[in-house]
């Protein structure tokens, strides 16, 4: 059974999931052995699929969300209470969120223009800024939007001439990559998250990928409640109940199979767009600078202006086309209102024009020939 159309709705959708088939046999087979538990073989080999996909002698503990893995990452890191984290401030707010989990303050850092993700220059300023008031950052989170890779040279520079190790948050981003080098193998520790809208989804869950065997076991002991070995419930330490389940661990065991396919398509997505509306005054893309190949995740595009942002998201609406504005950054969300902040104006401006458009790898070429033009007939082409 290849669910590739979302049944219950007729609207064409931002990004759903696209189950490619291979899935169903591995639940059956969880089932078939009554593995079904927070352990068992699809974990392991999910876990193997992934060590193998990156291809860097990374090791991977998988969890039950990305959230979780960036919760365990932190605290991994030894972030405390009343500690400072530098995190970019264009994301989604589950990258920032554990900071709060552990009762630190995050450091928001705004954009460069050229991949939309965290500025060196801001947040090497900032780093300095923060010392001279007495706290040095416990971490960096950065964040590849969209797909695409974040500065991830110069930000490792930075972060060994401070000595701040970066969690990097590609849960966007997997199947990206940057120089030849997958995205996920950047950080100190790197997390994916398999969401329901990400390239590939195992309904809900995460990973947290870190540099050695040692972490990963820590990993997998924090996110088992800390159970010392033996049969005593035996615990020194505060846990969580963090693991992902033998059943999801099968559909992300299906799904690894198709990523750099969904890749291709999601990208074929951004090609159309691109090609199609490009020459329309008012309307860019995002370019991939040299090196960068974005698995282009979401197909974001920029209008002139708000107002003809909302006024397109309506017309597309109206016509039974999903879409959302970009991110809304975190030093603009009510909640981290009283949040350190250095800003020089590119996320928000992002955020005022920026429209993501259906980028499921499910998408028909009719679905896309449609969308454009609607696009098109809303500037008066038809
Ligand atoms: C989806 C997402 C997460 C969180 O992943 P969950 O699995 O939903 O907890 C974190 N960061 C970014 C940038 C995301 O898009």
Not at 35 to 60: A, M
Not at 258 to 285: A, M, P, W
Not at 350 to 368: A, I, M, T, V, Y
């Amino acid at each position: 059974m290849t669910n590739n159309k979302s049944k219950l709705h007729s609207k064409i959708l931002l990004s759903p999931p696209h189950m490619s088939g291979h899935e169903q046999k591995f639940i059956e087979d969880a089932f078939e052995q009554n593995w079904i538990s927070p352990l068992g073989p699809n974990v392991d080999s999910f876990e193997n699929d992934i060590e193998l996909y990156l291809n860097q002698n990374r090791h991977v503990a998988v969890l039950n969300s990305g959230t979780a893995a960036i919760h365990l990452a932190l605290k991994m890191i030894g972030v405390k209470a009343n500690d400072e984290v530098l995190c970019q401030t264009k994301t989604f707010v589950a990258s920032v969120n554990p900071v709060k989990y552990l009762g630190a303050t995050p450091v928001l850092i705004d954009s460069e223009k050229e991949t939309w993700n965290i500025c060196p220059k801001l947040l090497e300023e900032a780093i300095v800024d923060r010392m001279s008031k007495g706290k040095k950052p416990k971490a960096i989170i950065a964040v590849s939007l969209y797909g695409m890779p974040y500065n991830a040279t110069q930000i490792e520079t930075i972060s060994k001439k401070y000595d701040i190790p970066v969690i990097e948050d590609c849960a966007e981003a997997f199947g990206s990559d940057l120089n030849g080098k997958k995205c996920g193998t950047f950080g100190d520790f790197s997390i994916l998250s398999f969401n329901g809208n990400k390239i590939i989804t195992t309904s809900g869950g995460g990973a947290l990928i870190s540099k050695s065997k040692g972490f990963k076991n820590k990993a997998i002991f924090l996110a088992s409640q800390a159970k010392e070995p033996g049969e005593h419930y035996l615990h020194q330490t505060i846990g969580y109940n963090y693991r992902m389940s033998n059943i999801i661990a099968g559909i992300g065991r299906g799904q690894i199979k198709v990523l750099d396919e969904y890749v291709s398509l999601r990208r074929r997505n951004f090609k159309y767009y691109q090609q199609s509306l490009n020459h329309i005054k008012g309307i860019t893309f995002l370019k991939e600078p040299n090196g960068y190949r974005s698995n282009r995740w979401l197909t974001c595009m920029l209008l002139d202006n708000e107002t003809t942002r909302n006024n397109v998201m309506e017309w597309l609406n109206n016509h039974d086309i999903e879409s959302r504005p970009s991110w809304k950054p975190m030093h603009l969300q009510p909640v981290y209102k009283n949040t350190p902040a250095y800003l020089n104006g590119v996320s928000s401006e992002l955020h005022r024009r920026g429209l993501c458009l259906p980028s499921g790898s499910n998408l028909s070429e009719k679905d896309l020939q449609r969308i454009v033009n609607i696009i098109k007939s809303y500037f008066g082409e038809t």
